[in-house]
C-alpha cells in the first residue's frame, strides 16, 4: 500500500509507486513518413502532499519521471519528468510534463472509475487559454507541438495510457503516439 499520510490523492492514488513495461509501441514521424519504435520504460510517481495557492486552492500532488529506452538497443531516447495534481474541490486532475526538447505541457482534466478501474483522461493544445503548450522557438519553427492528449486507465496492478502529440513537423500535420501497458512493481523495489 502506498503511503499517503491522510493526503486525499483522489484518482491519482492509485499511481504511486514504480511501475515497468515492455510492450511500448512509439509511432514517430520522420522526414519520409514515420518510424514504429518497440520501448521498455519505468514510471516512478511519487507522493509529495498538498501544496496550496493563494490561500484557497489545494492541490495534491505526485511528482513522476518516466525513461523509456529502445527495445534493440536500450538507448534512452525520452525522459519526462512533471507532476500529477488532484484538485479535490473541482474534482479536477492536472497534469505538468517537461522533456528536454524545451516543450512544456500543462494538460487538465477529469477521471472516470467503472468498477476496480480508474480512467484518466487529459488534454492541452496551443489554442486553450487554460491548457496549454509552451516550446522554443526553435520548437515552434520545426516541430510544433499543436495538441496533447493523454488517457490512462489503472485496474489491479496494471496501467495502461495512450498519448497522442499532434505535431507540425516536415510540412505536415503528424499524430505521435505512445502507448504501453506496466506492472506495478512488488512494494520492497520502490
Known amino acids: 500500500m502506498s503511503e499517503t499520510n491522510g493526503v486525499d490523492y483522489g484518482p491519482l492514488v492509485h499511481l504511486i509507486g514504480v511501475w515497468q513495461g515492455d510492450k511500448g509501441v512509439d509511432v514517430a514521424p520522420t522526414p519520409d513518413g514515420e518510424s514504429n519504435i518497440a520501448y521498455h520504460e519505468t514510471i516512478r510517481y511519487q507522493a509529495i502532499g498538498d501544496v496550496t495557492n493563494a490561500g484557497v486552492q489545494t492541490l495534491s500532488v505526485l511528482h513522476y519521471r518516466q525513461i523509456v529506452q529502445r527495445k534493440e538497443d536500450g538507448e534512452v531516447f525520452h525522459d519526462e519528468t512533471g507532476y500529477w495534481m488532484w484538485d479535490a474541490g473541482n474534482q479536477q486532475v492536472i497534469h505538468s510534463l517537461t ?70 513537423i516536415y510540412g505536415k500535420r503528424f499524430d505521435h503516439t505512445d502507448e504501453n501497458e506496466l506492472i506495478k512493481c512488488p512494494d520492497d523495489q520502490n
Open 99 to 168: 522533456i528536454p526538447r524545451a516543450v512544456c505541457v500543462l494538460a487538465g482534466g477529469d477521471y472516470s472509475r467503472e468498477g476496480e478501474s480508474i480512467t484518466i483522461n487529459v488534454a492541452a493544445s496551443v489554442d486553450d487559454p487554460h491548457w496549454n503548450i509552451l516550446q522554443s522557438p526553435f520548437m515552434n519553427d520545426n516541430a510544433r507541438t499543436i495538441e496533447f492528449r493523454q488517457s490512462l486507465s489503472v485496474s489491479q496492478g496494471r496501467l495502461s495510457f495512450k498519448e497522442t502529440t499532434v505535431l507540425d
